[in-house]
């Protein structure tokens, strides 16, 4: 008998992107002729920038020569990549290109990292919550069942709620790891850097380790919100940054991100040894892995590039004005509406008494429009609703022209 | 205090391809005239074939233009890979596009796919072994602490060595997970359509699940000797079959790989339920992994066109060519050499006394010539030596000119 990691089985039955797939399928196959808006998965619609089109023709063409072929390249990823990165994005901020590890994505990157710690560990989320930091715990059974509300027995549920302005309050209890999102999915709020050198402090304090997932930098557009947890003293020995060129650059296809693990965040090992992350982090990557493509690679240097850069920006920039838009379509219904502004993602307050996935089913069916219901992210998100602005312009424009006048 | 997953400090201090690339940089460092030749490392040196670079390139300029932009795809990967592969290669073997499972590579599959198996479960391994077997168990708390000899102490190692012709004896003990690979790395072996029924019916007998990775089977060149474990009657119940590009069309550095997961291998929950891998996977893949490249998957799409197939068969053609000189060259010295007629691996046995590190220092210090010591392997690899056919032609050559004479 080869048993199974029974841990799977708590888990929720499919993934929530996969359910939302499922249900607009169906509806396309039920409605052919109204074409459905998707505004639910986070998913970009503008196609890549020339920069990096051209980056990967000439990757491709390097590839195609004896001189110019690439194999294997380095698990962690290539220097020029790294460096690019540091330049970019770290500069005065005392990372070193060697703490930079290139992968797939934040999405494998946050999945996989939790693998380095001790089964026992105590994880804090916050709730409502990007799905993969719950579901890779409970995988690897650190969470145990759920509870009705869908509430995993073993976590610790840090509700960000329009009480607590989406700002999530220190755990009662100790945690071991803490995962922040800042800027947040699902809620589209952001982190003064006061909140943030509060997380810091009592990471310190209390001997955790921070996950912040920064995957939405590029939308900060307010002065004065970090960027980078880095930008806190004291970070750089408690926390673990993820970012991604999904967002930022239209990789979610092509599949870029990397991980910065400064050799100063420790863990603890037996007899309480401390064990700088990096070298197990380094581990697992050459162990269970063989770097990002070597194209891939060359598309993200692109990006650090200032013509990159210029292009990019300006592919967020009409992200942030459909952002807008959607803002501005759900309050004329008169809904209460948070985020959009340093954020992709705009969470919509539901009339009381209406949950998600009912809107969900609504908003599809008689609008063919496809968001997120906000219980899918936690069960403090029930009551509410996700939309993003990575929708073409005209997309989401026809969008807020259906929505008006929707009797909810 | 975050406790880390101590099962890491059970494992050797570094993966043995790293400590390979240390060894050369140190000599580069102490002889920068003499160029070092690799034949270590198993990484492709031919650059992509046409087929492959037009595939690319086209799938590049789909991605610049809005109505061709492709951003998240499915975690399975794309119907039209999965649906070429099993027209290519699972002709007439009951394998659905369905049990498909795109990846970036085997070692990253072979890496991640035992986590869903429960941490009690009782693995065996070849012994010599491709070392992610081993690490990746180790790393799941599955393996324990290593013995003097590198052996850890809770995996069942099946020796093959020259006295069972390389081909492992059924286990002694039931594991509930079995490793196979054939065409074998690193010793070259394969298995005859007998010895993998052998296999396959004790698994059937024994409720195990058998591993198959099939990353070779490009090389076979002798009638007769299985190309899939599908091929095996029954198999498709208790085996999952790894393969990938790497060595068949030169993606070492674009990442490409498949699973085949049939949805009739099941495993045991609790109440010994069965459960299928199937879905496990599934989940695992849904939940942290986004899916390998669009551009990548055309590229992969391209390699099983009769275009593509006869471009990859003769970049294959020269690496056996080069394996089958590495054996003559080794054989000259009066050598004992297995491996490099239906595998790209050439497994040369050390005369009596000799072990493999030393052997390798010599051969790096004295020719400039990197190989792989065969303890790396496992404890049955001591006392032997393996190279590659993947140099280039002229490379190939050159070591063997080198090698001519040579006072081990």
Redesign the interface.
Same mark, same amino acid.
């Given at each position: !008998?080869?048993?199974?990691?029974?841990h799977?089985?708590d888990?929720p039955g /499919?993934?929530l992107f996969?359910e939302i797939a499922r249900r607009v399928q169906e509806h396309g196959a039920r409605d052919p002729q109204k074409r459905v808006i998707r505004l639910g998965?986070g998913?970009? &619609?503008?196609?890549?920038p +020339?920069s990096v089109?051209s980056a990967?023709?000439q990757a491709?063409?390097e590839?195609? $020569?004896?001189e110019?072929? $690439?194999?294997?390249?380095p698990e962690q990823g290539y220097a020029f990549l790294r460096e690019a990165i540091v330049r970019d994005a770290y500069q005065g901020l005392g990372i070193d290109p060697d703490d930079v590890f290139i992968g797939?994505?934040a999405?494998?990157d946050l999945?996989?990292f939790q693998?380095?710690?001790?089964?026992? %560990?105590l994880v804090a989320i916050t709730d409502p919550v990007y +799905?993969?930091y719950a579901? /890779?715990n409970v !995988?690897a059974?650190r969470a145990g069942p759920a509870d009705s509300l869908g509430r995993f027995q073993g976590l610790i549920y840090l509700p960000c709620t329009a009480d607590n302005n989406f700002r999530p309050d220190l755990p009662r209890r100790r945690p071991?790891?803490i995962y922040l999102c800042y800027p947040n999915n699902p809620t589209g709020a952001v982190l003064s850097r006061d909140d943030l050198a509060r997380w810091v402090g009592y990471a310190r304090e209390q001997? %955790?380790?921070i996950f912040y997932d920064a995957a939405y930098e590029a939308y900060i557009t307010e002065p004065g919100i970090p960027r980078s947890i880095y930008e806190i003293p004291g970070a750089r020995e408690v926390a673990v940054e993820f970012r991604s060129y999904s967002k930022t650059a239209?990789f &979610?296809?092509?599949?870029c991100g990397f991980a910065v693990v400064p050799s100063s965040v420790r863990?603890?090992? +037996?007899g309480?040894a401390l064990?700088p992350?990096r070298d197990?982090w380094l581990? $697992?990557q050459?162990?269970?892995?063989?770097?990002?493509?070597?194209?891939?690679q060359r598309a993200a240097e692109a990006t650090h590039t200032p013509q990159g850069k210029k292009e990019t920006r300006a592919i967020i920039a009409g992200y942030q004005e459909n952002a807008r838009r959607i803002r501005e379509g759900f309050q004329t219904l008169g809904l209460t509406v948070s985020g959009g502004v340093n954020a992709p993602y705009v969470w919509v307050r539901l009339p009381t008494g209406l949950d998600s996935w009912g809107f969900f089913d609504a908003l599809l069916n008689r609008l063919g429009i496809a968001g997120t219901p906000g219980v899918g992210f936690g069960p403090s998100g029930e009551g509410h609703f996700r939309l993003t602005g990575f929708g073409?312009s005209a997309d989401t424009q026809e969008a807020m022209e259906r929505l008006k006048g929707f009797n909810i």
């Open positions: !008998m080869s048993r199974i990691n029974a799977y089985l888990l /499919s993934y996969a998965i998913d970009v &619609t503008a196609p890549l +020339p089109i990967l023709h491709v063409d590839q195609a $020569r004896q110019g072929f $690439r194999g294997y390249g797939d994505g999405k494998e999945g996989n693998e380095i710690f001790d089964q026992g %560990c +799905p993969v579901d /890779s !995988m059974g071991d790891l001997d %955790c380790v239209g &979610t296809g092509l599949r863990g603890r090992g +037996p309480n064990v992350l197990l581990r $697992r050459t162990t269970k892995y063989n770097g990002c493509p070597y194209i891939i073409t």
